[in-house]
């Protein structure tokens, strides 16, 4: 599992910690087609975050 935060700045969406979080509190993450603002959220292997418009699975980045 991997933190919804963490994930976005293993893709390089968000540069940092702090705009992840920003990203995240401001309604721009989806998770599984779901709004998110929690930056905690533990991310699983079945899971889709949409930031922009684009859509990442989380299986197919964390291995």
């Known amino acids: 599992m991997i933190k919804l935060d963490q994930f976005l700045k293993f893709l390089g969406i968000a540069p940092t910690g702090g705009q992840a979080k920003l990203m995240i509190i401001n309604g721009d993450v989806k998770v599984n087609g779901i709004v998110e603002t929690r930056r905690g959220r533990k991310l699983v292997s079945s899971d889709q975050v949409t ?13």
């Open 51 to 63: 930031v922009a418009g684009k859509v990442f699975k989380v299986e197919d980045v964390i291995q």
